[in-house]
């Protein structure tokens, strides 16, 4: 294995013991367990860390998440050509608007702009609404500041064997 693909098994194996720490279950977790199941070199690593009986736990909550993401996509096809002819409208419709008014358009736009951003980066996140997107979204930063400080804490413990094995050479 090259350092890539070593790279990559340590970062597959910190995601799976991230979402199999928890507790509860969260729509980001269930995301990284069956994104990671999706490889069949990659599952035989997430039955192994989890057990066989998480299998179906995740089989059914994969299920649910599936479902509502293709009932969101539909719908979004249909916005999208709805808004299209809108966003036209609107802007012959905007030259009139108070600075005021402006500007809370503006920043409801920037929001929009901000929470589709966000939904690409938390794992799962395009199936959520926006509420349930936030509490993933934190509960997903706090897990990853808490896998920061793992990964920070091994490489200290490395460190600190290697310095130890040179102090015994030396001698």
């Not at 199941?37 to 690593?45: H, P, Q, S, T, Y």
């Not at 995740?58 to 808004?83: A, E, P």
């Not at 997903?140 to 804490?153: E, G, N, P, T």
């Not at 200290?156 to 310095?163: G, I, P, S």
């Amino acid at each position: 294995m090259n350092l890539i693909e070593k790279t990559k098994k340590i970062k597959l194996s910190a995601d799976i013991a991230m979402a199999s720490a928890k507790r509860t279950e969260t729509l980001w977790s269930n995301a990284l367990l069956s994104d990671a199941r999706k490889n069949e070199k990659d599952m035989i690593l997430v039955d192994k860390m989890l057990g066989p009986e998480s299998q179906l736990k995740l089989l059914k909550s994969t299920d649910r998440m599936i479902m509502s993401y293709h009932k969101r996509v539909r719908c979004k096809k249909i916005l999208k050509t709805s808004r299209e002819s809108a966003g036209k409208r609107m802007k012959k419709a905007m030259m009139g608007i108070p600075r005021s008014n402006l500007a809370i358009i503006i920043a409801k736009r920037l929001v929009k702009k901000k929470t589709k951003m966000l939904k690409r980066l938390v794992p799962g996140g395009q199936s959520m609404d926006e509420f349930s997107l936030i509490q993933e979204a934190l509960d997903y930063i706090l897990s990853l500041k808490v896998q920061v400080d793992v990964m920070r804490s091994v490489v200290n413990a490395t460190e600190v064997l290697r310095h130890d094995k040179l102090l015994k050479s030396v001698e």
